[in-house]
Every structure is written in C-alpha cells, then in structure tokens.
C-alpha cells in the first residue's frame, strides 16, 4: 500500500506536471498567432488606406471645358432674428459657352440667394449640416433657374453678424 501512495502522488505530480506544460504551450501558441494575426491585419489595413488615397487622388469632379464665375457678395437679414444679417460670396461653375448670357444669369442667381436667405432663420443656418443645407438649396435653386446649365454653386464665404 505505501507503494500506491507514492505511485499516487507522482502520478498526480505528474498529471499538474503535463497540464502545466501544455497550458504554457497553448499560451506560447496563441501569443504567436496573435501577434501574427495583428501583423497581418495591420498590413491589409494599410494596403487599403493607400489604395483609397490612389483613388480618390485620381478622381477629378471638373473637366478642363469647364468656367468659374463669381457670384459677387450679397448681403441680407434672415428672417429671425431680424436683426441678423449674412454675407455670402460665391462662385457658380457651368460648361463653357453653355450660358448665353453669364451676366444676367449671375444677377439672376444673386437675387435667388438673396431672397432664399431671407426666409432663413440662423438656427437653420448653425453647424455643419446648416451650411450643407444651405448649400444643397441653394444648389437646387441654381439647377431650377438654368435649367442645370450651372452644375455647381460653390460657397466660398458665409459670414453672419
């Protein structure tokens, strides 16, 4: 009986022994793939950041028969507060020779903003989804007037007191 005590005791000294050494492996092994794994991820990310950077670099909105025009400032109050008044300069781009008369077109678009501004109250105005706004309608408005003879209205500055 003594002899199974012992057998028992390096049996089970054996067996902490085994699981010690095969927890370290499997510890070894998934410190290794992890690291592999994170070298691997880090250079696709990487692959792939310089790929949309190639992209967009080589992408042009505007071709070279294109002609940009200023839209001068012009200056109004907003609806509310009443007290409130905004300045915005722009510039409009068509295809070249498109518009018959770019001046009286340029008024015309002047006088649209001017009168889109006044319906306007400065909450509409704030931020950076106000400006985007602003700049989709006024966009809109420029479409409509030329019947899409402009392709753009650029905003150049928005200033308001």
Same mark, same amino acid.
């Given at each position: 009986?003594?002899?199974?005590?012992?057998?028992?005791?390096?049996?089970? !000294?054996?067996?902490?022994?085994?699981?010690? =050494?095969?927890?370290?492996?499997?510890? @070894?092994?998934?410190?290794? !793939?992890?690291? &592999?794994?994170?070298?691997?991820?880090?250079?696709?990310?990487? =692959?792939?950041?310089?790929?949309?950077?190639?992209?967009?670099?080589?992408?042009? +909105? &505007?071709?070279?028969? =294109?002609?940009?025009?200023?839209?001068?400032?012009?200056?109004?109050?907003?609806?509310?507060?009443?007290?409130?008044?905004?300045?915005?300069?722009?510039?409009?781009?068509?295809?070249? @020779?498109?518009?018959?008369?770019?001046?009286?077109?340029?008024?015309?678009?002047?006088?649209?903003?001017?009168? &889109?501004?006044?319906?306007?109250?400065?909450? $509409?105005?704030?931020?950076? +989804?106000?400006? $985007?706004? =602003?700049?989709?309608? !006024?966009?809109?408005?420029?479409?409509?007037?030329?019947?899409?003879?402009?392709?753009?209205?650029?905003?150049?500055? !928005?200033?308001? $007191?």
């Amino acid at each position: 009986m003594a002899e199974d005590k012992d057998g028992a005791k390096k049996g089970g !000294l054996g067996w902490i022994g085994a699981l010690a =050494l095969v927890t370290l492996v499997a510890i @070894g092994t998934g410190g290794g !793939l992890g690291m &592999y794994l994170l070298g691997t991820v880090e250079k696709s990310v990487d =692959l792939k950041k310089r790929e949309e950077a190639d992209k967009a670099v080589k992408v042009l +909105n &505007y071709t070279g028969d =294109l002609s940009l025009r200023s839209v001068g400032s012009a200056v109004t109050n907003l609806a509310e507060p009443a007290d409130a008044w905004v300045r915005i300069e722009s510039s409009i781009v068509f295809k070249t @020779g498109a518009l018959p008369n770019p001046e009286v077109t340029i008024a015309e678009i002047r006088a649209d903003a001017i009168a &889109y501004l006044r319906t306007m109250s400065l909450a $509409q105005i704030e931020g950076a +989804n106000g400006l $985007q706004h =602003l700049r989709e309608d !006024l966009n809109e408005r420029v479409a409509i007037r030329t019947k899409g003879l402009v392709r753009e209205l650029i905003v150049e500055s !928005l200033v308001i $007191q």
